[in-house]
Nanobody, 125 residues
Framework: QVQLVQSGGGLVQAGDSLRLSCVAD????????MGWFRQAPGKEREFVAA????????YYADSVKGRFTISRDTAENTVYLQMHSLKSEDTAVYYC??????????????????WGQGTQVTVSS
């Protein structure tokens, strides 16, 4: 069992930047690839970004590529999502998640098992 606690988020203007954080408990953080997903009102939860266990590989949804950066700090057991040039369509609840054993850089929700509590990001235009 892994517990993920998210922070960051809030209300920003279009074009602004924001950073989300996700802290994992336990000593197995380095064993998990990590991902970020988001869910807008009335829509399915969608993949945003993923990072490998070592942080050497990352993968992004086309909609955020070039604007968002996923990273991890193994010493702090934390994964980050740095978001730049935010758009109104980025408005959603954002979730971090741990990848299942044997999976890495997946974009399917089924490839992730433990989830953070979610944090709201609202971008006003």
């Amino acid at each position: 069992q892994v517990q993920l606690v998210q922070s960051g988020g809030g209300l920003v203007q279009a074009g602004d930047s924001l950073r989300l954080s996700c802290v994992a408990d336990g000593q197995t953080f380095n064993s998990y690839a990590m991902g970020w997903f988001r869910q807008a009102p009335g829509k399915e939860r969608e993949f945003v970004a993923a990072i490998s266990t070592t942080g050497s590989r990352t993968y992004y949804a086309d909609s955020v590529k070039g604007r968002f950066t996923i990273s991890r700090d193994t010493a702090e057991n934390t994964v980050y999502l740095q978001m730049h040039s935010l758009k109104s369509e980025d408005t959603a609840v954002y979730y971090c998640a741990t990848a299942r054993r044997g999976y890495s850089l997946g974009r399917s929700r089924a490839e992730y098992d433990f989830w953070g509590q979610g944090t709201q990001v609202t971008v006003s235009s």
